[in-house]
């Protein structure tokens, strides 16, 4: 079955950078898109960024644009979030998830049907 793992999390300062990794097995990336999410302390889950499974185009939220790059390693079936120039306001639980579908990936939360069981990020000085 699909199984999703997240790792990478931490406790990093504002201004830093982390780099989370999301490791999959029961699929392949070549079938699924991968989506990154994240919910904060009393918050919706949001959108982060996605990688398409035909051709690894990215897509992301406005939030992260310019800040947050997605990719993938085929080999190693894992899709890495490199996060940089981090601001408290990116405290939350992460986590990855993956969908099957022909079309452009989304950060449409409700698209998703496999999920990670999420990873932390705090920025705090």
């Known amino acids: 079955q699909v199984q999703l793992v997240e790792s990478g999390g931490g406790l990093v300062q504002p201004g830093g950078s982390l780099r989370l990794s999301c490791a999959g097995s029961?699929?392949?990336?070549?079938?699924?898109?991968i989506g990154w999410f994240r919910q904060a302390p009393g918050k919706a889950r949001e959108g982060v960024s996605c990688i398409r499974s035909s051709d690894g185009s990215t897509v992301y939220g406005d939030s992260v644009k310019g800040r947050f790059t997605i990719s993938r390693d085929k080999s190693k079936n894992t899709v890495y979030l490199q996060m940089n120039s981090l601001k408290p306001e990116d405290t939350a639980v992460y986590f990855c998830?993956?969908?099957?579908?022909?079309?452009?990936?989304?950060?449409?939360?409700?698209?998703?049907?496999?999920w990670g069981q999420g990873t932390q990020v705090t920025v705090s000085s």
């Open positions: 998830a993956a969908h099957r579908s022909p079309a452009l990936c989304s950060v449409t939360v409700t698209w998703y049907h496999y």
């Open positions: 029961g699929f392949t990336l070549d079938d699924y898109h």
